[in-house]
DNA sequence: AACATCAGCAACCGCACGAGT
DNA sequence: TACTCGTGCGGTTGCTGATGT
């Protein structure tokens, strides 16, 4: 049984509320109180949902709204708050006395998003400001589009450390756009952090820079992508390259698997990649067994299918342990979106080498995983 | 001056959740 | 236990003014 929409919605009115509308709203809500929206508009005489009056009073007329810029220091608290807690606008506000989370989130798509969408994204981003950067609204991720549309300079990328939802599979003209393959120099050439914001410091903190020259460190950080010292072994893809960079960065290696999980594996007669023996290895969990090559991050299990170096899928430790094999390909689980056609990893020619694709591939999966 | 594009923001939509019945 | 209702939240849409060409 479908629910009854909130109001009913035929003969009322939408759009931009008017100085008298307002004026009866703030007349009612200061008589009566805040609550029952849903019979406010009849009580109050408004031809308005209910859901409608309530967000404009929230958002707009409620007395002890701030008004004026976000200045510095709650953007400040902004950014903090959400390298925390995410987009948990409410929250958010709650911290910010006088400021909704409309506001908020509307400051941060507009603002705060591009701020860190300008840092050029081989290097490394906390990853909750990254994630969130991905997860922002439609215009912001349009306007980029457009902004980049004719520029060699391509925002985003990065990653977290909030704790990172396993992504839903993102739709390629979504979520390609914002993998590696389109904010990484044609070049992969090293760039330069942006200096003098309060974001940029707090990359650096992220970074572990305390102690460090912050030249050096602006110039000489890492850059998260795939360059010549990265190459490929074998020609497959290097995952342990990638994780042995996640390590260092974001501290995945501690966290990887419980020791439980490590025997449940080991009983599966899993052996080392490298030597045979059973169990995982020695670097972070990179084993092989009959299902093919596989990586822990948390409770996911980055796969590959035996005899298939590029074809990487997520599974959940649940479908692991139980042997979901048939069930790597849920599209919710799968990476292959990452490569799916050249469309997800930038136009490929036919004069590109193989391994300029490899690198964009790696590049790719690097961005995702770093998100 | 006219048009196109961009940016900011108010408002809407759909879903989730808790309380009440 | 199942259902409805009220509310809150996050994501998305679209309007409008500013800016660029």
Known sequence: MGRAPCCEKVGLKRGRWTAEEDEILRKYVEANGEGSWRSLPKNAGLLRCGKSCRLRWINYLRSDLKRGNISAQ???IIINLHASLGNRWSLIAGHLP???????KNYWNSHLSR????????KFIPPAVA????????????????KNKNSELKGGGGAANTPVPMPTTPTPEKEALSSTAEWQDKDNSCNVIPESSPLEER????????????????????????????????????LDDIMEDLNGIV???????????????????????????????????????DRGSWKSIGEWNLMSSPGNSWEWDWCHDDDTLRGGNEEWGQEENTLSWLWDGDTATGDCTDGDS???????????MLSWLMS
């Open 131 to 146: 994630a969130a950067v991905r997860r922002t609204g439609r215009r912001t991720a349009r306007s980029v589009a457009k």
């Open 354 to 364: 193989e391994m300029d694709r490899r690198r964009e591939k790696h590049n790719a």
């Open 115 to 122: 701020k860190i969408q300008s840092f050029r994204p081989t």
């Open 203 to 238: 990359l650096m903190e992220s970074l572990g820079a305390a102690g460090t020259e912050e030249s050096e460190i602006r110039n000489t950080t890492p850059v998260f992508s795939v360059t010549e010292e990265m190459e490929m072994e074998n020609g497959d893809l290097c």
């Open 251 to 289: 501290g995945l290696d501690e966290e990887r698997e419980s020791p439980g999980k490590i025997e449940e594996r080991e009983s599966e007669s899993c052996r080392n990649v490298d030597s045979g023996e059973k169990g995982s290895s020695g670097n972070g969990n990179h084993v092989v067994d």
């Open 74 to 76: 709650e953007e400040e």
């Open 98 to 104: 006088g400021r909704t989370d409309n506001e908020i």
